[in-house]
């Protein structure tokens, strides 16, 4: 990554630290419309040194009995072979919406569509996933407080090149 990268990071991980009613796309709490756009920073260093720097963009539509998502990275890619930066995989995908008290659930389906580019130094995996997950926000001490919980597995399909890596677990909180 070079020097401008992180500033852009840092930048607009900065514009982004307002205050927002539903602030990462798995939080259970709708904002004031039915129409949310949230965009995401995220940056990522492995045991290879390939460095990921992705800024995605979500767009959610809430309502009463649903929701829907569209996820849109735009990914910076710096290997010691390389460096490349393109779309990524875009994610498509819908659920119930479930409220019981403090607690809301979103259930979800999920299509993850081979977008990125897979021929140099990729932005994308080169395969259809198909991800099944539910998310559920509680909120306590009058809202001040809030626990959000994931599970999501991915299924993964067959790449370009025939190889079909092992499905994905996520769990976090």
């Not at 995908?93 to 993850?112: C, D, K, Q, S």
């Amino acid at each position: 990554m070079n020097k401008l990268q992180y500033a852009l990071a840092a930048a607009l991980t900065a514009l982004s630290a307002e205050s927002a009613e539903g602030q990462t796309i798995f939080q259970g709490r709708k904002g004031p419309t039915n129409f949310q756009l949230d965009e995401r920073v995220s940056f990522s260093r492995n045991e290879q040194s390939v460095d990921a720097l992705a800024n995605t963009l979500i767009l959610k539509y809430w309502d009463n009995g649903k929701w829907i998502f569209v996820n849109v990275p735009y990914r910076f890619i710096e290997t010691p072979n390389g460096s490349n930066n393109g779309l990524g995989d875009v994610s498509v995908g819908a659920g119930p919406r479930v409220n019981i008290e403090n607690t809301e659930m979103l259930p979800y389906f999920a299509l993850v569509l081979p977008t990125g580019e897979t021929k140099t130094t990729s932005t994308g995996n080169g395969r259809f996933d198909v991800k099944v997950g539910a998310v559920s926000t509680s909120l306590f001490y009058d809202g001040n407080i809030e626990l959000t919980l994931l599970a999501e597995q991915n299924f993964t399909g067959q790449n370009q090149r025939g190889i079909n890596p092992p499905n994905e677990t996520t769990t976090g909180f």
